[in-house]
């Protein structure tokens, strides 16, 4: 499992380079589930570093 600080870190540098990021950005980088995906995704939301936009299928995550 790859570490949570080189998640938050690759997480957060792909939602600033590309304004935001999806669930499916951060399987595909981290090579991770959906659910450890989402799990990531919240702890950063949670963390104050992303905030989230939307829910369900549109949700987008973006640089706080």
Do not use: C
Request: proline share 2%; aromatic share 4%.
């Amino acid at each position: 499992e790859v570490a949570i600080f080189e998640v938050d870190e690759r997480n957060v540098a792909l939602a600033l380079k590309e304004g935001s990021i999806v669930n499916n950005d951060v399987e595909m980088l981290l090579k991770v589930s959906d659910a450890t995906a989402q799990r990531y995704l919240h702890d950063l939301v949670v963390a104050g570093k992303l905030r989230q936009k939307g829910v369900r299928a549109g949700t987008t995550y973006e640089p706080v």
